[in-house]
Structure formats: C-alpha cells, structure tokens
C-alpha cells in the first residue's frame, strides 16, 4: 500500500483524548493532528518520537492532518493508523503473497456474520472450497523483544475469537491474520499479561482448528507490504 502523497514529519509532543495528538513542526509550530488508534498505543507514542503525518483536502474535516507513523529511538518505524493493515492485508491477498489463503475466486469486506452482530474483515469465497472467514488485527506492542496482542483489555477482540470459533464449528475457514505493523517486531504472542481472556480464547480458537497467521509488515514513509510469515507462540 502506497502513500497517495508524501508524509511530512514533525516531533510528536503528546497523546490525548485518544483520538488527538499534538506534533511540533521543525519550524516550531504546535498543531493537532487525528489519530486513528482505539489502543493505548504502548510504546508507540511516546514524547519526542518522530511523526509522519498525512493531510486531507476534505475542508469538512477538524483535523486536516492525520498521524500515520511514529519512530522509536532505535530507529524503528510503526504504523499507528489501524485502518491500514486491512488494507495492506487485501492487497497482499489480491497479489497472492500469503501462500496459506491463496486460490479463491471472489473477496469481499465488512460482510455480515455470527451471532454477536459481527462484520468479517475479509470473506474469500470460491465454488469448490468452504468460505474464508479472515479477521485482521494490527500488532504493534513490542515489550523486552517480544510482540504482543492486544496492547489493552478487548471485549470486541475477544468478540471476534467467539465468531471465528462458531464459523469453524460450521464447517467453514476461520482465520485470525495478524498484521505485524512495528518493524521491530519479530515474533507474535498473545498478551495473557494484559488480557487473560483474550489468551485463553486464543487456546480455545486453536484447539477447534482456527488457523492463526502473522504477518510482517515492512513500514517505510512511501509504502507499506506484507513481506514474510513471522513466528506465532500461543503462549
């Protein structure tokens, strides 16, 4: 997934009110950008990163600017827009680079489904094998060089494990695809030390033969491409 146009880079100063970030331009301007990140955002937000930040020519908008990346100390960059690893993971699916869900005919988005009024990330379907059922989750929380999700407490994650589960108890594919969005991040876990039920349903979803995937994405201030599977540990 390409940038439709150059990010510009500022100093980020602080993160509030969840949806709001303050960045400092190098000419020293303070402005207020959006941020598109439900998550606590642990470690990457942290005052004095860097900020790569897009703007829109919608005059609707508050916020004309958005922030899109932040870089750590080490020099790694994350993509902080959550919107964007569906995105990254529908083309890398059309571009048939993730071996494990290649060969369907039709893929769709946001497609109704389960019993706790729930959309699927991504629906491939084709004549000759069970529906695809593909939740997306983007991981960016990396703690003593481990990567871990969820990076806060997720009734709505944890949702979606139920989903997965009763789509493969029917008898269809049921797949958790993270999207490995911190390039840093080597390895992908669940993160039982800040939601135990998420772990647990983890466990649960593998044990009925939910197919869990990670993904990297390599992040860079023009694109950003699935790249190479990556170790998953369920515990």
Known sequence: MKFHAPLAKATLLKRYKRFLVDLRSDTQQEFTVHCANTGKMTGCADPGFAAYYSTSDNPKR??????????????????????????????????????????????????????????????????????????????????QGQGYFPDAQTTRGQKHLRELIQTRQQGM???????????????????????????ALIEEALAHGVEIYAYRAKVSTQEIILTEALPFAER
């Open 173 to 199: 594919r049921a797949v958790l695809l993270f999207v490995v969005m911190h390039n840093g991040i080597a390895q992908v876990k669940p993160a039982a030390h800040i939601d135990s039920k998420y772990a």
């Open 62 to 143: 508050k916020y004309p600017h958005s922030l899109e990346l932040t870089e750590t100390q080490d020099g790694d960059l994350i993509c902080v827009n959550t919107a964007v690893a569906n995105k990254v993971a529908i083309e890398a699916l059309e571009q048939d680079r993730i071996p494990e869900l290649s060969g369907y005919q039709t893929q769709r988005s946001e497609v109704k489904y389960g019993t706790e009024n729930s959309r699927i990330d991504i629906l491939l379907q084709d004549q000759d094998k069970p529906d695809c059922y593909i939740e997306v989750k983007s991981v960016t929380l990396l703690e």
